[in-house]
């Protein structure tokens, strides 16, 4: 079974730096790497995934995510952050062709300005 | 663009009650999803439905029914509430299979069980 692990629940930095948010998964077939941003009071928004090719990806709002197939990883960054940046990352995933997606348990991303 | 909407946004009901949420989308996609959050534990699939009057369950439908009457509509009803189960049901919805599609979430309904 796919699982998702943000190891961090909480990360706060200050504005100006350089953000990276965990994630690792495990999978038994090729994995879909997704990640969701949730502002305070508003629904989950889409920021980026990977589904094949190059394992930098790029996504809206000047975040970024790598994946590693060598450490299953799929960090998300940005840098420098922004305090507007504040809010809940979740990283999730699918395998192909399944609707099935499994979240992480999220991380709280505070920017102090 | 489109739109998710839920109702209501706060649902609160008695223990052992059945409560309703619904959700509307009109993005015209074929998927959709009805996930809880809680807090500190992510996102947990409760059912999902690919297309009208298609129902799949997810990781966490014991407890729960849903119903897919129309393309745009996907409700969701706690059988038999529990103050256990106070959360935060997201409604979502994709083109077509996760895996290739981003999923549109709704804003939330937040069940409360006095």
């Known amino acids: 079974a796919q699982s998702v692990d943000q190891p961090d629940a909480h990360v706060t930095l200050s504005e100006g730096a350089s953000l990276e948010l965990r994630c690792s998964y495990s999978?038994?077939?090729?994995?879909?790497l997704f990640w969701y941003v949730q502002y305070p009071g508003q629904s989950l928004q889409f920021l980026l995934k990977?589904?094949?090719?190059?394992?930098v990806v790029k996504g809206t709002k000047g975040f970024e995510a790598e994946f590693r197939k060598s450490n299953s990883s799929f960090n998300l960054k940005k840098s420098p952050a922004h305090w507007s940046d504040s809010a809940k990352y979740f990283c999730?995933?699918?395998?192909?062709?399944?609707?099935?997606?499994?979240f992480g348990q999220g991380t709280v991303l505070s920017v102090i300005p | 663009g489109g739109i998710i909407t839920q109702t209501p946004k706060f649902l609160i009901g008695q223990e052992g009650q059945k409560l309703t949420l619904k959700c509307q989308q009109n993005?015209?996609?074929?998927?959709m999803y009805w996930y809880r959050q809680d807090s500190g534990k992510g996102l947990r699939l409760i059912y999902y439905s690919i297309t009208e009057n298609d129902l799949q369950k997810g990781d966490l439908s014991e407890g729960y029914d849903a119903s897919r009457e129309k393309k745009s509509s996907f409700s969701l009803t706690v059988t038999s509430a529990q103050k256990n189960e106070m959360a935060v049901f997201l409604c979502a919805s994709s083109l077509g299979t996760v895996s290739g599609n981003t999923l549109y979430f709704g804003e939330g309904s937040r069940l409360i069980v006095v």
């Open positions: 990977y589904i094949t090719g190059d394992t």
């Open positions: 999978y038994s077939a090729a994995p879909y």
């Open positions: 993005f015209n996609h074929d998927t």
């Open positions: 999730a995933t699918a395998t192909g062709g399944n609707n099935k997606l499994t």
